[in-house]
C-alpha cells in the first residue's frame, strides 16, 4: 500500500473541496480557487473534514498514481490556505533586479536588461535589488516561473555569480593555479 496515498487530506476550516463527475476536483479557500481534473482510476472520497484517496487495485500504474492524486490534492489545499513562496537569491558585482508594475527587471551582466512579465496568478516581490520572492497559490506555477528567473543567470561555480534559490548550495571549484 502506498504510504504517502493511504494518509487522509486534513480540510482546515475555510476551505471547501467539491469533487466533480470524473474527479473533477475544486479547492477554495481564502487565498483562491483550484481546479485539477485528476486521474479518473483514483477513488476520492470526503470523509467529514478529511479527504481519502484509493486505489481500485494494485497494478503498478494505479500504485504510481495513487500517491500522486493525494499529493496533488494536498497541494491544492495547502496552496489556497497558506500558499507557496519560492526565495531567489542575486549575487554578481552590478547584478540585480527592479520592479515596473508587473514586470521584474533583471540585470544581469548582459548587453540590456531581461524583462519578466508575472504570470497569472504568480507575484513576484523584491526584498532590496537581490532578493527575489514568487509568490502564488499553485505550486507547480510557482515553481516553473522561479526555475525561468534562475535560468536567465544561473549560478557559476568558480565566484557563485548569478541567481539561485536560497536554501540551494552551490558546489564551488578552485580556479587556475598560476606558472610555477
Known amino acids: 500500500m502506498s504510504r504517502i496515498g493511504r494518509m487522509p487530506i486534513a480540510v482546515p476550516a475555510g476551505v471547501t473541496v467539491d469533487i466533480a463527475e470524473n474527479n473533477k476536483v475544486t479547492v477554495k479557500g481564502p487565498k483562491g480557487t483550484l481546479e485539477r481534473v485528476l486521474p479518473a482510476e483514483m477513488d476520492i472520497k ?10 481500485p487495485n494494485d497494478l503498478k500504474k494505479m500504485k504510481s498514481l495513487h500517491g500522486l492524486t493525494r499529493t496533488l490534492i494536498n497541494n491544492m489545499v495547502i496552496g489556497v490556505s497558506e500558499g507557496y513562496v519560492k526565495k531567489l537569491e542575486i549575487n554578481g558585482v552590478g547584478y540585480r533586479a527592479n520592479k515596473q508594475g508587473n514586470t521584474l527587471v533583471l540585470s544581469l551582466g ?51 555569480k548569478g541567481i539561485k534559490y536560497s536554501d540551494e548550495v552551490i558546489r564551488r571549484k578552485v580556479g587556475k593555479t598560476g606558472k610555477k
Open 46 to 55: 470526503m470523509e467529514g473534514a478529511e479527504i481519502v484517496v484509493t486505489r
Open 110 to 160: 548582459y548587453s540590456h536588461p531581461v524583462e519578466m512579465v508575472d504570470p497569472e496568478g504568480i507575484t513576484t516581490e523584491l526584498e532590496g535589488q537581490n532578493v527575489i520572492f514568487v509568490k502564488g497559490i499553485d505550486k507547480e506555477k510557482v515553481g516553473q516561473h522561479a526555475a525561468e528567473i534562475r535560468a536567465k543567470r544561473g549560478p557559476e561555480p568558480y565566484k557563485g
